[in-house]
C-alpha cells in the first residue's frame, strides 16, 4: 500500500472528495469541538489546583474520559471503516454512542467532585453502555466489510474498548469505596494500567502502524500487517495478564504481564525506526505531527520501562505515589502529544473540503510547531525527574504553556470551519440533527465548565453579594491555615459579616490531614507539603471546621470561624454525648460476663528456639468484652487488646509485619525493645498498606509496643499496645511466668469527643490488666504451694502507672528496666513493683500455703475500679 496521497481519514489512500457531505463534516467538527472544550476544561483544572476541590484528579479525567476518550471512538469508528473497506454505520446511532460517552464523563466527573456516589456510578453505567455499544459496532463493521490488508488494526480497537468497559468497572469500585481494605491499592493500580495502557495505549499503537508512514510519505512495510498481529498478542495479553495481577495483589503477574507488553511495545517501535530510514531526502507530509507523535512513542516507551522497573523494585503497596508521578508524565508525553499530533494532521483532512483548504489548515496548525514541540518536552522531562517541588512546578507550566499554544490554532480551525460550513450551500440539504446533537453537548460541556469555574472562587478576588439595593462589593480575605501536630493554626478567625472568607490549607504534618467546613467545602487528604485553596463565599454566621481522621477533631484539631458581634458565638465546639457506663461511674465490676466469655491467657510461653522470629499484625477494629457485661469496640494488634506477647532472648531479630486492615484511618507501630531511626518503620500506613519492622533485640527486659500514629493518647487508650519479653541472660528457671499489661478503659465510641475528653482529663472509666476489668478475678491465675511464680509486668498507660502488689506475699526477686534491684540471695524484700508508664519488669515469688492470692495496682482508684485479680493457689 502506498500513501502518496495524505488522506487516510477518507478510506485507506483514497483520494478525497473535493466537498465531504455536509453531514459528515458537521459530525467531525462537532466531535473536535468537544475534543478541544474537554481539553481546555483540562488545562483549567490543571491551573487551579490550590483552588478547585480535587482539581488533579480533575484534571487527569476531564483530559482521559473528556478529550480523550471522544477522539477515540470518533477515530477508532473512522479508521476501522476505512481500514476494512466497510460502508459507515448509521450516523445517528453513532451519534447517540458519542452523546452516552461524554454525558457518562460528566456524570462520573461531577459525582466524584461533588461526592455523589450514585451520580459517580451512574456515569459509570453509561460510560460502559456507550463503549459496549462502540465495541458491537466495530465487531459488526468488521463482519460486513470487504477486507484488507490494515484488518488487524481494528482488532487493537476492539481490544481497546474492552479494556474500557473493565477500566470504568474499576474505576467505579476505586471513587466510590467498594474495594474494601487490604484491596484498594491493586484495584486502583488495575484501573490506572487498564486505562492508559489499554484505552489509550492500544489504539495508539495500532493507528501508528497505518499513520506513521502516512505522516512520513513513505511505503508501508510489507509485513506491517504480520507485526501488528503480533503485537497486539503481546500487548492485549500482557496487559490482560498485568491487570488480574494487580487486582488481585499478586505481583509476579503484574510484572510478567507488563514484561510482554514492553516487548510489544519494543517490537512495534522497531518498526516505526526502520520506517523513517527510508525516508532519505525526502521530507515528511507533515513534519510537526511526525515529531509530535515521535515524541509521544518515546514516553510510552520510557514509561512501560519505568512501570515495570517500579513493579519488580517495590511492592504494591509502595506504588501509589509512584504510579501517580508516571500518570502525569504519560498524560502528558505520550497522551496529549498524541493528540496533538493527530490532530495536526487529521483535523485537515477530515474538515478540509479540497487539498488547498487542507493545506491551508495544517499550516495554521503548524505553526512554530518546533519550539513548541520543545517546551512541552523539556515540561514533561522536568516533571519526569526526582527533583524538588520548585522544577516539578516549573514543568508543568512549561507543558501548560505548551498546550495552550497548540489549543489556541485548534480553536481558530474549528471556529473557521464551523463558519466555513455554516455558509455552504449544501446546507439547507442536510439534516438537522448533528446541528441538534452539537447544541445538546456543548449545553453538557458548558454545564461543566460553570461547575468547574464556580467552585473555584471568584478569580477577580472579590465577590458580589445582593442587597436590597442591588449588587454591592464585599470584602474579601484570605487566610494562611496549618494542619500541623493534632492542632489546626490559627485556632480562631473572626471576621466580619459577610466577608468572603478562602482558606489557604496546608498540611506540614508527616500525617495526612484534611480539613472540613461546616455546611461548606472540604479539602481531600493533603499529603505533607500539599496545600489546597477552600472558598467558602460570604460568611454571615459561626461555623467551625476540623480534621475528619477518626478522633482528630475530638483531639483538638478545629477551627473557630466567628462572625464579630454574633450573640450566638459559642467556642465550645460540638460536643459528643458519654457513654452510659461512663455516666453511671464506669461499668458495674459486680456483674457476670457473657455466657461463654474467657480470660485471656496469661501464660508467657517459653521463648522460641529460633533466632529470627516472623510475626504478621493486623490493625483492625474488634468488639471485645472489657469489663463484665460491657462490649466495646477497640483498635486492635492481632484482634486483641493488648496484642500478642512476643517472646525472646538478646541477639533475636524481629521481623514484624503489620497489615493495616482498618477502613477509615492509618497506623503504624514503635518496638520500644529496637534501636532504629523511626523514620520508615514507624511511619503510618494507610488502609490496605503493610510495612516490614525488623529490629535485633539487643538488651533485656519487658519493653512495650504501641501505634506510632498521632494521636498516640487515643490509639494506645483504644488498645493498641502490647509487651515484649526479652530474657535477661542466665535467667532461672521458675515454675510459673505470667505476662501482665496495665492499662486505662475509656469506654464510648472510639475518637468521639466525650471518649477524647475523658482522656485528656486522665478519667478512665477502668483500670485493667491484660486489657478486662477485674477478669482475673473471674478466672484467677493458677499456682501450686512451694512454686516459685514470676510475673512480668508492662505498663501501657497511656497515662498512669502502676504499683503492683500480690497480697499475702513478699517478693525476693524485682527486676526493673533492664537491671536487678533484688535477688533471692540478698536478705531484703519488696512489696511493690513500681513502673511509671512504658516501664517493665518482673518480680518473683513463693507461695508458702494454699489460698487465694490477690494482685492489686496498690493506687486502690485503680485496684476497686478493675485493675485486680486473684491468684488460686493449690496443694
Same mark, same amino acid.
Given at each position: ?11 485507506g489512500?483514497?483520494p ?6 455536509a453531514g ?23 491551573s ?6 480535587v482539581?488533579?484528579? +480533575? ?5 482521559? +474520559? ?7 471512538v %470518533?477515530?477508532?469508528?473512522? !479508521?476501522?471503516?476505512?481500514? @476494512? ?55 459488526r ?43 484498594s491499592t491493586? @484495584? ?10 489499554g484505552?489509550?495505549?492500544?489504539p495508539?499503537?495500532?493507528?501508528? !502502524? ?28 500482557? @496487559?490482560a ?24 511495545v ?5 518498526l ?10 525526502r ?25 515495570l522497573g ?12 509512584d ?19 493527530a490532530?495536526?494532521? +487529521?483535523?485537515?483532512v ?6 488547498r ?15 513548541? +514541540? ?23 507550566l @512549561? ?15 474549528? %471556529?473557521?470551519?464551523?463558519r ?13 440533527r ?5 447544541t445538546?453537548?456543548g449545553?453538557?460541556?458548558?454545564v461543566?465548565?460553570?461547575?468547574v469555574?464556580?467552585s473555584?472562587?471568584?478569580p477577580?478576588g ?11 462589593r ?6 494562611a ?7 489546626i ?11 468572603v ?17 461546616e ?13 489546597r ?22 483531639a483538638g ?20 454525648h458519654?457513654?452510659a457506663?461512663a ?10 460476663f ?13 521463648a ?5 522470629h516472623q510475626?504478621e ?8 468484652e ?24 538478646v541477639?533475636d531479630?524481629f521481623e ?14 514503635? !518496638? ?13 500506613i ?15 527486659g ?34 510459673r511466668?505470667?505476662?501482665l499489661?496495665?492499662?486505662?478503659l475509656?469506654?464510648?465510641t ?8 475523658k ?6 472509666d ?9 477478669q ?24 498512669d ?10 517478693f ?17 524484700g519488696?512489696?511493690v ?11 518473683e515469688?513463693t ?13 486502690m ?13 493449690s496443694?
Amino acid at each position: 500500500m502506498h500513501t502518496k496521497n495524505d488522506d487516510p481519514a477518507v478510506g485507506g489512500g483514497r483520494p478525497p472528495s473535493r466537498s465531504k457531505p455536509a453531514g459528515l463534516r458537521s459530525r467531525q467538527l462537532t466531535a473536535h469541538v468537544l475534543v478541544a472544550a474537554w481539553a481546555v476544561l483540562a488545562l483549567l483544572a490543571a491551573s487551579a489546583q490550590q483552588t478547585l476541590p480535587v482539581a488533579r484528579w +480533575l484534571a487527569v479525567h476531564l483530559f482521559l +474520559l473528556g478529550a480523550a476518550t471522544t477522539a477515540i471512538v %470518533v477515530w477508532s469508528e473512522h !479508521f476501522a471503516v476505512a481500514v @476494512l473497506h466497510a460502508p459507515l454505520p448509521d450516523r445517528r446511532w453513532s451519534n447517540a454512542r458519542l452523546v452516552g460517552v461524554n454525558a457518562g464523563a460528566v456524570s462520573v466527573l461531577t459525582g466524584v467532585w461533588a461526592d455523589l456516589p450514585v451520580l459517580t456510578g451512574a456515569g459509570c453505567a453509561l460510560l460502559i453502555t456507550a463503549v459496549t455499544a462502540h465495541l458491537v459496532v466495530l465487531v459488526r463493521i468488521g463482519r460486513r466489510a470487504l477486507g484488507g490488508r490494515l484488518a488487524p488494526i481494528a482488532d487493537y480497537y476492539r481490544a481497546a474498548a474492552a479494556a474500557m468497559v473493565i477500566g470504568a468497572a474499576l474505576g467505579w469500585i476505586v471513587a466510590t469505596g467498594k474495594a474494601g481494605p487490604g484491596h484498594s491499592t491493586g @484495584l486502583e493500580l488495575a484501573h490506572v494500567h487498564v486505562m492508559l495502557l489499554g484505552w489509550i495505549g492500544l489504539p495508539v499503537l495500532g493507528t501508528l !502502524f497505518m499513520l506513521w508512514p502516512t505522516v512520513l510519505g513513505v511505503r508501508m512495510a510489507e509485513h506491517t500487517a504480520r507485526l501488528a498481529r503480533r503485537v497486539l498478542a503481546l500487548t492485549g495479553g500482557g @496487559l490482560a495478564i498485568a491487570v488480574a495481577g494487580l487486582a488481585a495483589g499478586w505481583r509476579p503477574a503484574a510484572v510478567l504481564g507488563i514484561a510482554l507488553y514492553a516487548a510489544g511495545v519494543a517490537g512495534a517501535v522497531q518498526l516505526f525506526a526502520r520506517t523513517v530510514r527510508t525516508v532519505r531526502n525526502r521530507p515528511a507530509i507533515s513534519p510537526a505531527a511526525a515529531w509530535t507523535l515521535a515524541a509521544a512513542t518515546g514516553w510510552l516507551v520510557l514509561g512501560v520501562v519505568v512501570d515495570l522497573g517500579l513493579l519488580v523494585a517495590r511492592p504494591l503497596s509502595e506504588m501509589r505515589d509512584d504510579i501517580g508521578s508516571l500518570v502525569a508524565v504519560l498524560l502528558v508525553g505520550l497522551v496529549a502529544q498524541v493528540l496533538m499530533g493527530a490532530l495536526i494532521y +487529521l483535523l485537515p483532512v477530515v474538515l478540509a473540503g479540497g487539498p488547498r483548504e487542507r493545506a491551508a489548515l495544517r499550516a495554521v496548525l503548524e505553526r512554530g510547531w518546533a519550539p513548541r +514541540l520543545v517546551v512541552l518536552n523539556t515540561g514533561v522531562a522536568l516533571l519526569a525527574l526526582p527533583l524538588p517541588g520548585p522544577v516539578g512546578t516549573t514543568g508543568a507550566l @512549561l507543558a501548560g504553556a505548551a498546550g495552550a499554544a497548540f489549543l489556541a490554532p485548534v480553536v481558530g480551525v474549528l %471556529v473557521r470551519s464551523g463558519r466555513d460550513l455554516l455558509r455552504a450551500p449544501e446546507r439547507a440539504g442536510a439534516s438537522r440533527r448533528p446541528v441538534l446533537w452539537g447544541t445538546a453537548a456543548g449545553a453538557v460541556v458548558t454545564v461543566l465548565a460553570v461547575l468547574v469555574a464556580n467552585s473555584g472562587g471568584d478569580p477577580s478576588g472579590g465577590a458580589r453579594a445582593a442587597g436590597p439595593a442591588g449588587p454591592v462589593r464585599a470584602t474579601t480575605r484570605t487566610v494562611a491555615v496549618t494542619l500541623a501536630d493534632l492542632r489546626i493554626r490559627p485556632a480562631r478567625i473572626e471576621v466580619a459579616a459577610g466577608t468572603v472568607l478562602r482558606l489557604e490549607v496546608t498540611n506540614t504534618n508527616a500525617q495526612r490531614h484534611d480539613l472540613k467546613v461546616e455546611d461548606g467545602p472540604a479539602t481531600p487528604m493533603l499529603a505533607k507539603g500539599s496545600t489546597r485553596v477552600l472558598d467558602l463565599g460570604p460568611v454571615t454566621g459561626n461555623r467551625r471546621a476540623w480534621c475528619t481522621l477518626p478522633g482528630h477533631r475530638a483531639a483538638g484539631m478545629t477551627l473557630d470561624i466567628l462572625v464579630e458581634g454574633d450573640a450566638a458565638t459559642d467556642s465550645s465546639g460540638h460536643g459528643g454525648h458519654t457513654s452510659a457506663a461512663a455516666d453511671r461511674g464506669g461499668p458495674d465490676l459486680s456483674a457476670d460476663f457473657s455466657a461463654g466469655w474467657r480470660s485471656r491467657d496469661a501464660d508467657l510461653a517459653p521463648a522460641p528456639g529460633a533466632t529470627v522470629h516472623q510475626v504478621e499484625l493486623h490493625a483492625a477494629h474488634t468488639t471485645v468484652e472489657v469489663a463484665p457485661g460491657v462490649k466495646q469496640q477497640m483498635w486492635t494488634f492481632g484482634g486483641t487488646a493488648p496484642g500478642p506477647t512476643l517472646h525472646g532472648r538478646v541477639g533475636d531479630v524481629f521481623e514484624v509485619t503489620l497489615v493495616n486492615d482498618d477502613p477509615s484511618m492509618g497506623h503504624g507501630i514503635d !518496638f520500644h525493645a529496637g534501636s532504629l531511626a523511626p523514620d520508615r518503620p514507624m511511619r503510618t500506613i494507610r488502609p490496605g498498606e503493610r510495612l516490614v519492622y525488623r529490629f535485633r533485640a539487643e538488651k533485656a527486659g519487658a519493653w512495650l509496643y504501641h501505634c506510632s500514629t498521632a494521636p498516640m493518647l487515643q490509639h494506645m487508650g483504644n488498645g493498641m499496645y502490647g509487651a515484649v519479653i526479652i530474657d535477661p541472660p542466665g535467667l532461672a528457671k521458675v515454675d510459673r511466668s505470667y505476662v501482665l499489661v496495665s492499662s486505662e478503659l475509656y469506654l464510648g465510641t472510639p475518637g468521639s469527643t466525650a471518649q477524647v475528653t475523658k482522656m485528656r482529663q486522665n478519667a478512665p472509666d477502668a483500670w485493667v490488666f491484660n486489657g478486662v476489668a477485674n477478669q482475673y478475678a473471674k478466672q484467677p491465675l493458677k499456682a501450686k504451694v512451694a512454686e516459685r511464680v514470676r510475673f512480668w509486668v508492662v505498663a501501657a498507660g497511656p497515662s498512669d502507672g502502676i504499683a503492683f502488689h500480690v497480697v499475702g506475699t513478699v517478693f525476693d526477686t524485682v527486676y526493673k528496666e533492664g537491671g536487678y534491684l533484688l535477688t533471692p540471695d540478698q536478705p531484703g524484700g519488696a512489696q511493690v513493683l513500681d513502673l511509671a508508664t512504658a516501664q517493665g519488669g518482673f518480680v518473683e515469688a513463693t507461695f508458702r500455703e494454699a489460698g487465694h492470692y490477690a494482685f492489686v495496682d496498690h493506687d486502690m482508684r485503680h485496684a476497686e475500679s478493675g485493675a485486680h485479680g486473684m491468684v488460686e493457689v493449690s496443694d
